[in-house]
């Protein structure tokens, strides 16, 4: 369940071919804007097609040491057998509707989340409730009861680690640069939520660019796990608006997408 939350998006970036022109990658997200940020994924769990949605509002606002970024998971949508439905859902229930307040730099590395007192109460009243409604020896109570000793264990670290993990992908390239040439070599690990996690790597590589935006390719592979992402990549705000995962690990397959867009809203 950890490795299922806890995206390890953090890239090991190898030397740059020589000659390769630099892109720079500002952190710029548009101010006081609600933005929509969706993430799919489809997997096959006990032979059927699992499909797992999650939507989540977003708003940042400049402060004077960086930026605040409200995010708030909207709606959960979940069609797959109760072994792998209810993981996913007791672990993110408690989530609905909470205001989480993460603190920013001026690079876009997220660095805190000061209601974090707040945030974590919510959660474990959410789960507590959650679990005095599930019947004992359920699939539903089962899952609980890993949530509930995985939270209870967690650090103060590894709680924000929790949280912010699905928003950390948005920020992959912020405050940083992406060379226009042959490609950059990566190392990583990946493998969850197939399997446990393996060292792999490949290159990163720009397809080419779309008006204000940068299409990137990255293949990485290693021990039976091949990875393929899509990324693009806005040059005006820095952030991922849209991501697509294709992982296979021993033959068994995933994809997910993220995409980021406008709401139409204007927050009060």
């Given amino acids: 369940m950890k490795r299922t939350v806890l995206a390890l998006w953090t890239l090991a970036l ?3 071919p020589a000659g390769a022109e630099t892109i720079a990658i500002p952190f710029a997200p548009r101010l ?25 509002t977003l708003r940042f ?19 797959a057998a109760p072994a792998a439905a209810e993981p996913y859902r007791v672990a993110l229930t408690p989530l609905i509707g909470v205001d989480l307040q993460f603190r920013l730099d001026d690079r876009g590395k ?13 959660v474990q009243t959410g789960l507590a409730k959650l679990m005095n409604g599930f019947a004992a020896d359920t699939p539903s109570h089962r899952a609980a009861l890993a949530v509930q000793a995985l939270f209870s264990g967690l650090s103060l670290e590894g709680r924000l680690a929790l949280l912010a993990g699905e928003y950390q992908p948005l920020f992959l390239f912020a405050g940083d640069g992406v060379e226009d040439g042959p490609g950059r070599g990566v190392r990583t690990v990946a493998g969850s939520p197939l399997g446990r996690p393996v060292p792999v790597e490949g290159l990163l590589r720009l397809d080419r660019r779309e008006g204000g935006d940068l299409l990137l390719d990255e293949v990485l ?5 091949q990875l393929t992402m899509r990324y ?14 294709n992982l296979n690990v021993g033959g068994r397959k ?15």
């Fill in 14 to 16: 190898l030397a740059s």
């Fill in 32 to 56: 006081n804007e609600e933005l929509i940020y969706r993430i799919e994924q489809h997997r096959s769990l006990e032979g059927r097609d699992s499909h797992f949605t999650a939507t989540r």
């Fill in 61 to 79: 606002e400049k402060m004077a040491d960086g930026y605040r970024l409200h995010a708030t998971l909207r709606s959960l949508d979940v069609d």
């Fill in 110 to 122: 997220i660095v805190a989340l000061d209601n974090m007192e707040n945030v974590w109460a919510a």
């Fill in 221 to 225: 592979a290693g021990n039976g796990v």
């Fill in 232 to 245: 693009r990549l806005s040059t005006t705000t820095g952030l991922v608006e849209e991501q697509s995962r």
């Fill in 254 to 268: 995933l994809s997910e997408t993220r995409d980021l867009r406008d709401s139409g809203v204007t927050p009060r």
